[in-house]
């Protein structure tokens, strides 16, 4: 059966024939996701735009984010916050004891160890968030440079690829806890849009030559209500700055600001290469996700597919954040027993994978969380809804 003809059938045929794509999916085998035990070697890539033309990847690129690491999502981690009126990473440094709470979470929370499961499931890449106090401490921000130096040797010792994206900008790009500081979004001042770009600079130039550095992504998720001129134009003016201190092969990703279809004919060749265009998908936030019935939910994920196809006629294209997380206080209604929520979460796993596939890549929100859940790779494994390796190829 021919890809669009699946996308065209019934979301339940729909959702077997993803099994069969990927059966690694229908094999409830928790007992392998803690260390497969084989040697692992990337594939071989090319840079993406060679030759007056973009290039086709023999596969996608697959990775997972180091999300709750360098950045503090509060959610993520709700212990280190115990005790504390902290909603962010900007009040919780400021509270005594807090900076120490912050060092003793950033050295357990991703260790050489997960690095080496990432590897050994199959994966290509890590995606990770960074603050702009990362490499150069910004009060009251604790910086991370030692950790961030860690993920790197990790990423070269076990053949990994790195995007390295700025989670967090000066000012806020969003107004949400995972820019820093909750609140007001002030990144659009002409100051914060510089002092980004000189952030950037600063990680392109200690990392930009390092081998495994896939791209570098200037923003993530600026709010989708701000002025597509802006970005478009700040972006324009860091490719000017940072292409040349990035080889050739290494991505210039940009995030779309939820507006993917916004983007058609930016950055051309051959006034500019390698750029990638970063989206995010979920299917858990919106009064339309909501009210979805599981099986529709699947088939809303397979028709990404089309979407991702229609988008890939300008710049290249990742999915930067997706999950298997759906909106589970309206779904529960909707489903009879617990079997029907696990065959839910492996179809949908299923759909999201068969959709994501046609894309140049992707990376899974997020590696792990404190309580598991969805929103964590390594349960999501554990659990059986996601493939027990993802090295199929």
Avoid at 10 to 24: E, I
Avoid at 125 to 131: L, S, T
Avoid at 262 to 283: C, E, I, R
Avoid at 371 to 379: A, H, K, M, N, Y
Wanted: charged share 20%.
């Amino acid at each position: 059966m021919k890809r669009r003809d699946f996308l065209g059938a019934g979301a339940a045929g729909a959702s077997l024939f993803a099994l069969d794509l990927a059966p690694a999916l229908a094999q409830n085998a928790p007992q392998n996701a803690n260390a497969v035990n084989r040697p692992f070697a990337a594939p071989k890539r090319s840079p993406l735009y060679t030759d007056g033309k973009w290039q086709t990847p023999a596969r996608a690129i697959r990775g997972v984010n180091l999300g709750g690491w360098l950045v503090l999502e509060k959610w993520m981690s709700p212990t280190l916050f115990a005790g504390t009126e902290a909603g962010d990473e900007y009040s919780l440094a400021q509270i005594p004891g807090g900076r120490e709470r912050i060092e003793l979470h950033r050295q357990n929370w991703i260790t050489e160890a997960d690095f080496r499961w990432i590897a050994e499931y199959g994966l290509d890449a890590v995606r990770i968030p960074v603050g702009f106090w990362t490499l150069n401490e910004a009060k009251p921000y604790l910086g991370g440079a030692e950790h961030l130096q860690n993920a790197f040797d990790w990423a070269r010792k076990y053949d990994l690829k790195v995007l390295l994206d700025l989670h967090a900008a000066q000012g806020s790009q969003n107004g949400w806890d995972h820019s820093g500081r909750a609140g007001e979004i002030g990144w659009t001042k002409p100051e914060n849009r510089a002092a980004s770009l000189q952030t950037l600079s600063d990680l392109a130039d200690k990392y930009g030559a390092h081998p495994n550095l896939w791209g570098l992504e200037l923003l993530n998720e600026p709010r989708y209500d701000t002025s597509l001129d802006i970005l478009r134009e700040w972006y324009q003016s860091a490719y000017q700055v940072l292409r040349p201190k990035l080889p050739a092969p290494v991505a210039f990703v940009v995030h779309d600001g939820f507006r993917a279809g916004g983007w058609q004919g930016f950055a051309p060749a051959p006034d500019y290469s390698n750029v990638v265009l970063d989206t995010h998908m979920y299917q858990t936030f919106s009064e339309g996700d909501r009210k979805r019935t599981p099986l529709e939910q699947v088939q809303f994920a397979l028709g990404r597919g089309q979407e991702i196809e229609r988008l890939k006629s300008g710049p290249w294209l990742i999915v930067g954040e997706w999950s298997l997380a759906l909106p589970w206080n309206e779904m529960q209604a909707k489903t009879k027993t617990p079997l029907d929520r696990d065959a839910t979460r492996l179809a949908y796993a299923g759909a999201q994978l068969l959709a994501f596939e046609t894309a140049h890549g992707w990376f899974y929100w997020s590696y792990k969380t404190e309580t598991g859940g969805e929103w964590s790779l390594r349960d999501c494994v554990k659990q059986g809804w996601m493939p027990t390796s993802m090295a199929l190829a």
